[in-house]
């Protein structure tokens, strides 16, 4: 039990970096009704930019803005291949993820991993911070559940503002009802290549956040971030789907959703003594399964409903 | 105000599915007219409604609006120029959004979409008066997420959207067909004062042909992809349901098929 209070801050910690990604998330799978699987690369291009700028010298915010923007021009790729080329959205996200790998790769110079001295840096977040608020080295702001919570904030609030703008509505309208929005006049491949675009940005922010956080970035850390995605959507989505009706509310739901996704395995882990190695099985079944009641509660336990009188077209 | 010139369209070329539903069709549309189009099915009715809105674009032929050749516009870029209802009272609206956002949404039809307010508190006033033309007590619910709304509150709805941004063209593809009677005869009621007030060209679609004698000023009938009856004027005043029958047989050289073409 001490072992998981511990462990807590961290959990925390985490699960608000990856709720970053998982907002990205929600963009596409919620808003565009597209499941992007380019997320699983894109992640870990915002994490090796982020570390290889840093350590080639740059101040952490500048590595973090083209971060961002590396992440955003991948997601432009995706929305291209599928709006431009006419590949079905799925398999688009793949095509992109795939290509990635060898991107991020030569990003990291040709190295599957590459880390970054803490102590020779500045970073806005580390795992060695935590420790050293704890200890009352550094000041309290310099802890990462303020700092990336704070981060946070302003995302959500950046999107809520867009969101409600001319554009902004555009784009929720295209996933709600791409026929009504042409007939609108809305550009919708436009709107899902920048619905992409906007999503694997944040995707991309996520990842340069984590790999400081950890201090170093890997070829493989963004293996299943859809998932841990779409789980923290589901979970943001069941605790305070009847509580949360405004947008930017929703958001942060998501963010929590992370949260709660972090703590939850960081519990496992702790309490059960599983080994981690199951972590991603788990991760799968569970996301599964919230994804499996809807349908079988539509299925099986819902009467039929008439609206709108008969379509004997 | 519209003028399509010899358009043809074939779906699924050089398959057992292979399907001619535009067959070298002409029709000019005047501004202001209101036009009822019949037909049996497959006659061609909504491919070229689809045709004339961007859906898809044709094979041949041509297609103008207020003298702009629109023939290889996309169809979000037509949008400036037409509104649209579809049969499917699903289709004009997005049923998770609020009925105020999809005006909004209608309201900047053939408008740049930039980074201004989605939506602005003097539009709601002016939707509120809007919808209470449709007599459906929507102005009180603009918050309300569209899927809440009935069948007949949807087309209502799509029909003000449509019309928002005056149109220079309203196409109509069978958009009561959906809706029981009463609630299609008052989403017919609400067209009529609607293309009326704003004296919109309108091509509308029916497969009811009373509606198609009772409304507009004149009717088209389509037969395998083309225009076989066209009348409008007196003789378009003076028509009956007999008549029409007669003139689709002889368009067609065959007893007429559908049930639905009879009755309603």
Redesign the interface.
Not at chain 1, 164 to 170: A, V
Not at chain 2, 177 to 180: V, W, Y
């Given at each position: 039990m001490t072992s998981f209070l511990n462990a807590l801050p961290g959990a925390i910690s985490q699960g608000l970096i990856w709720g970053i990604m998982a907002i990205g998330v929600y963009i596409t799978y919620k808003l565009l009704d597209i499941a992007d699987l380019t997320v699983d690369g894109s992640f870990c291009t915002g994490g090796a930019v982020c570390v290889m700028l840093i350590a080639a010298g740059w101040n952490v915010w500048p590595a973090m803005l083209v971060a961002l923007i590396a992440g955003m021009l991948a997601g432009m790729v995706t929305g291209l291949l599928h709006t431009s080329c006419g590949i079905p959205a799925i398999l688009a996200g793949i095509l992109t993820q795939l290509g990635l790998w060898s991107v991020n790769l030569a990003i990291m110079g040709m190295k599957a991993n590459q880390s970054l001295n803490v102590n020779k840096f500045d970073l806005l977040v580390s795992l060695r911070y935590l420790q050293e608020v704890g200890k009352g080295v550094r000041p309290f702001w310099q802890h990462p559940i303020f700092l990336v919570g704070l981060f946070t904030i302003a995302i959500v609030a950046i999107l809520y503002w867009?969101f409600?703008?001319?554009?902004?509505?555009?784009l929720?309208?295209t996933g709600?009802?791409p026929?009504?929005?042409?007939?609108?006049?809305?550009?919708?491949n436009f709107a899902k290549v920048l619905g992409l675009v906007i999503s694997n940005g944040m995707v991309a922010l996520s990842g340069a956040l984590l790999s400081q956080y950890q201090s170093f970035a890997d070829i493989n850390m963004g293996r299943g971030a859809i998932v841990i995605g779409l789980a923290a959507v589901i979970i943001g989505e069941v605790v305070f789907g009847k509580l949360f009706r405004n947008f930017g509310l929703k958001l942060l739901a998501v963010s929590i959703g992370s949260i709660i996704y972090y703590v939850v395995i960081q519990a496992v882990i702790s309490l059960s003594g599983i080994n981690s190695n199951y972590l991603k099985l788990l991760s799968a079944v569970i996301v599964a399964i919230f994804l499996a009641v809807p349908y079988w509660k539509s299925r099986h336990f819902t009467k039929p409903m008439k609206?709108?009188?008969?379509?004997h077209? | 105000m519209l003028e399509i010139k010899n358009a043809y369209k074939t779906f699924n070329p050089g398959t057992v599915n292979e399907k001619t539903a535009l067959n070298g069709l002409s029709l000019t549309i005047n501004d202001g007219e209101f036009i009822t189009v019949i037909g049996g099915n497959g006659a061609g009715k909504s491919t070229l409604l689809n045709a004339v809105?961007g859906v898809w674009l044709v094979d041949e032929g041509s297609i103008t609006i207020d003298g702009t050749d629109v023939t290889r516009l996309?169809?979000?870029?037509r949008?400036?120029y037409?509104g649209?209802v579809?049969?499917?009272?699903m289709?004009?609206?997005?049923?998770?959004?609020q009925i105020e956002?999809?005006l909004?949404?209608?309201m900047?039809?053939?408008?740049r979409?930039?980074?201004?307010?989605?939506?602005t508190a003097a539009e709601r006033e002016q939707y509120k008066d809007m919808l209470k033309i449709l007599e459906l007590g929507l102005e009180d619910r603009l918050t309300a997420k569209v899927g809440l709304?009935?069948?007949?509150?949807?087309q209502a709805l799509t029909l003000l959207?449509?019309t928002l941004q005056k149109p220079k063209l309203l196409l109509l593809d069978?958009h009561t067909?959906?809706?029981?009677p009463k609630?299609a005869a008052k989403v017919l009621d609400a067209t009529e004062k609607i293309v009326q007030k704003d004296h919109l060209t309108t091509l509308m679609i029916t497969h009811n042909m009373r509606d198609a004698i009772s409304h507009g000023g004149r009717l088209i009938m389509m037969y395998e992809g083309r225009v076989a009856v066209d009348i409008s004027g007196e003789e378009k005043l003076r028509l009956t349901v007999e008549d029409l029958l007669q003139m689709f047989e002889k368009a067609s050289g065959q007893m007429i098929a559908s049930d639905r073409m009879l009755l309603g």
């Open positions: 867009f409600g703008t001319e554009l902004g509505s555009s929720r309208s709600a009802n026929n009504m929005s042409r007939a609108q006049g809305i550009n919708t609206r709108g009188g008969t379509t077209a | 809105a996309p169809e979000h870029k949008a400036k037409i649209r579809f049969q499917d009272p289709m004009g609206t997005a049923a998770t959004m956002e999809n909004a949404l209608a900047r039809r053939g408008k979409r930039t980074l201004r307010a989605g939506i709304l009935s069948g007949g509150q949807r959207m449509a069978e067909a959906a809706l029981d609630t």
